[in-house]
């Protein structure tokens, strides 16, 4: 199993213009702006980055300018999950040809594969690279879970190395597996139980913060109660839409979800705000 991909990795919002078109300037202006705060890594064209209402010719191209812009020891993952596995291969095979250093794979949404399924989609998965690969297991959005047991499972096949796990209830060590945990709220209980960090979006806003967390681990718990009402407000709709609001409100150029998403309404973006000003990321 491959040691590490880092330890604080973004899952990194895709900036649209007023146009609803990819920014590439403020995507690389963002990249830049997260790795300075602090990542080790970003996953490109994830959940946070509305991969789902992105092209195939857009995936692509942001993670090729996400390739070509990272700084060097800086990791780049390509999201590259489907619930289509000759999909989930095929942009597996392109983003690895992009210079990617992992992918990451969602396990099947909506049609919701049994285990013998699972294992066959990511056994082909994993003839489609030479990277190592990160399960990603969210109920929340699959409709299915993937339980540790399976996981341990799907560590046999070459490749499968690490897991962010999304589902809360299911955080813990796997054989076999690196775990990274896939929520903010959780990151720095992964960190305690000894997995490999996490990967999180509140980190667009409280990078320093985070990877305080990793290397004074003597004050993660206090920083992590610091951070909670932060995490709370982003939590606030359905991500990305609460992130998006913050990093406007912070001056950062990214624009409005693309639907059937949209922007964070006058109350949402009112808690939001609330909670930049209270953790001292926005002046009051």
């Known amino acids: 199993m491959?040691?590490?991909l880092g330890t604080l990795l973004t899952a990194i919002v895709t900036p649209f213009d007023a146009e609803l078109k990819v920014d590439e300037d403020a995507f690389v202006a963002l990249l830049h702006h997260v790795i300075d705060s602090g990542s080790d890594g970003i996953v490109v064209c994830g959940t946070t980055g509305e991969a789902?209402?992105?092209?195939?010719e857009e995936h692509l191209r942001l993670v090729e300018i996400a390739c070509a812009e990272r700084p060097d020891g800086v990791t780049v993952l390509g999201s590259t999950g489907s619930n289509d596995t000759a999909q989930a291969?095929?942009?597996?095979?392109?983003v690895t040809e992009l210079g990617v250093d992992g992918v990451l794979s969602v396990n099947p949404y909506y049609n919701r594969p049994n285990r013998r399924g699972l294992v066959r989609h990511y056994q082909e998965i994993a003839k489609s690279t030479d990277k190592p690969i990160v399960l990603y297991n969210v109920p929340a959005r699959t409709g299915t879970d993937v339980p540790n047991d399976l996981l341990a499972e799907l560590a046999q096949i070459e490749r499968v190395?690490?897991?962010k796990q999304a589902?809360?209830?299911?955080l813990a060590l796997v054989d076999g597996l690196g775990v990274y945990s896939g929520n903010n709220e959780t990151f720095a209980r992964a960190l305690d139980m000894g997995a490999l960090g996490g990967i999180v979006v509140a980190s667009h806003v409280a990078g320093p913060q985070m990877r305080r967390?990793?290397?004074e681990p003597e004050r993660r718990a206090e920083l992590d109660a610091a951070l909670r009402p932060l995490y709370a407000a982003l939590s606030v709709t359905t991500n990305p839409i609460p992130v998006k609001a913050a990093l406007n409100l912070l001056g950062h150029r990214v624009g409005a979800p693309r639907l059937p998403l949209v922007e964070a309404d006058e109350a949402e973006t009112e808690v939001i705000r609330?909670?930049?000003?209270?953790g001292g990321f926005l002046a009051a």
């Open 2 to 4: 491959t040691t590490t």
């Open 52 to 56: 789902a209402t992105l092209t195939n």
């Open 89 to 94: 291969c095929a942009m597996t095979e392109r």
């Open 161 to 163: 190395d690490f897991v």
């Open 167 to 170: 589902n809360d209830d299911n």
């Open 213 to 215: 967390m990793v290397d």
């Open 274 to 278: 609330e909670a930049l000003v209270e």
